[in-house]
């Protein structure tokens, strides 16, 4: 019934999302038990998390494009159904070939539920509380990454690591039954033609981009030198007609808010990686002491994500994103001053700034992006801001790794990686308010009966 507040969606894409964006990062801790119980060398190993981020990167896009035409529901079922299935196929893995194969599978639905997901949630609301149910939904992104490396120790732990995959398919099963029992049945179209070439190009371009990011950080910056090939491939896709909705969305002011999800996540991302370096490395904290510090960065996104919603409701979208980066910039400029006699409580209260204001930023922000496009951009338009979100978190890393080396992994280093996160964040800013009206969000129509 139109203006119906359907909560249960939104519910479900949370979830969803959680557990899609966690498996970016989960497998991270297991990587050891993995290379001794398949007897594979560590640069092997590498494969299980390259192996879902490449079809993720490719796929998004496309599928963003395809759900323009194409119902959400069945597009939604599809993807968590096959999700789970991979995911279940992962966890019985008997060898490494295996498992790659099963997390390329995964990483193909993950891009689905990427580019589905905004397209549900924006249509699942009435216009009064669309801010809170983006800010519930977006906030669990952020929060999935960053909780990936301590959740998946506890799991390999105390479950072994078949476990890290089992997890996702009680969520699946509750979330296909949100979605049969709340949104209206609709026709799943096939792909155009253009679908296949378009993944292939943008796959190309993933894989040169990834394999340069991932193995500078373990092998060397010369691997530095295979990003730039990249660059050709985008530039042939751009010319191509599948790109014409990309091309349409950047003219639209949802560009720059969608360069602002880029730059957020590769500052936290960057941050997440080199908090447990410092805190082990230069404050000698033990590996559960270092994960008590950084908690504090979680916590305050999941506490700052509904204040954001309440905030872009009332006061507006673009002013609480802004809001948001200012909070997170200051935490992440405040690490610059890194000390080696800092108390580890000196960095928990920034990392809580940096948590606070990255939940205050992500749900308006996502609000923003969507009430900025037409109805028939829309698929566009969530898949792009879910592969900008996702390209910064593989940035993130990768950047911090290429600092701290050039300096001889000194503390100095470690600042100068910092900076690099507080420059990213502050740089988001004018371009989230560029252009853009200082107006609520508005939902196109509502889903449900």
């Not at 498996?23 to 494969?47: M, N, Y």
């Not at 689905?112 to 009064?128: E, N, Y």
């Not at 994500?305 to 872009?312: K, M, S």
């Not at 280093?413 to 371009?431: S, Y």
């Amino acid at each position: 019934m139109p203006g119906r507040n359907h909560w249960w969606p939104v519910v479900g894409c949370g979830l969803v999302i959680f557990m899609a964006t966690l498996d970016t990062s989960i497998v991270a801790v297991a990587l050891p038990e993995l290379e001794r119980d398949f007897g594979v060398a560590t640069a092997a190993t590498e494969w299980v998390v390259l192996g879902y981020l490449l079809p993720l990167i490719a796929l998004t896009l496309p599928a963003g494009r395809w759900l323009d035409r194409t119902g959400p529901r069945a597009a939604l079922l599809l993807a968590v159904a096959g999700f789970a299935l991979a995911s279940v196929a992962a966890g019985l893995a008997p060898g490494l070939a295996w498992l790659v194969g099963a997390r390329l599978v995964q990483g193909a639905f993950a891009g689905l539920l990427f580019a589905v997901i905004p397209m549900v949630v924006v249509r699942s609301v009435p216009p009064d509380v669309a801010g809170r149910a983006s800010a519930l939904v977006m906030t669990l992104g952020p929060l999935g990454a960053v909780s990936g490396p301590p959740l998946g120790g506890v799991i390999t732990e105390f479950w072994g690591w078949p476990w890290i995959f089992y997890i996702n398919v009680p969520v699946a099963v509750l979330v296909v039954a949100i979605a049969l029992r709340t949104l209206p049945p609709d026709a799943l179209r096939p792909p155009d033609r253009a679908f296949a070439g378009e993944t292939l190009l943008l796959g190309a371009a993933a894989t040169a981009l990834l394999l340069s990011l991932s193995f500078t950080a373990t092998h060397g910056l010369g691997w530095l030198a295979l990003a730039p090939a990249a660059v050709p491939v985008l530039a042939a896709w751009w010319r191509t007609s599948a790109s014409g909705p990309v091309r349409a969305l950047v003219r639209t002011p949802a560009s720059g808010p969608v360069a602002a999800v880029l730059l957020n996540a590769l500052a936290i991302s960057l941050v997440e990686f080199l908090a447990p370096f410092y805190l082990q490395e230069t404050l000698g904290l033990s590996p559960l002491g270092a994960a008590a510090a950084i908690l504090a960065m979680p916590v305050a996104m999941v506490l700052g994500g509904p204040v954001g919603g309440l905030l872009g409701d009332r006061w507006g979208t673009v002013r609480t994103s802004v809001l948001g980066l200012a909070v997170a910039g200051l935490g992440g400029s405040l690490l610059v001053f890194a000390g080696d006699g800092w108390h580890p409580a000196e960095l928990s209260w920034r990392l809580a700034l940096i948590g606070l204001g990255t939940g205050l930023f992500a749900g308006p922000c996502f609000a923003t992006i969507m009430s900025g496009v037409p109805p028939e951009l829309q698929g566009s338009a969530g898949a792009a801001q879910s592969l900008a979100r996702q390209l910064g978190f593989s940035l993130g890393p990768a950047l911090a790794t290429a600092a701290w080396a050039l300096s001889g992994y000194t503390l100095g280093g470690l600042r100068g990686a910092f900076a690099i996160g507080a420059v990213a964040t502050l740089a988001a800013l004018p371009l989230l308010a560029r252009d853009f009206p200082h107006r609520k969000v508005r939902a196109t129509f509502p889903i449900g009966k």
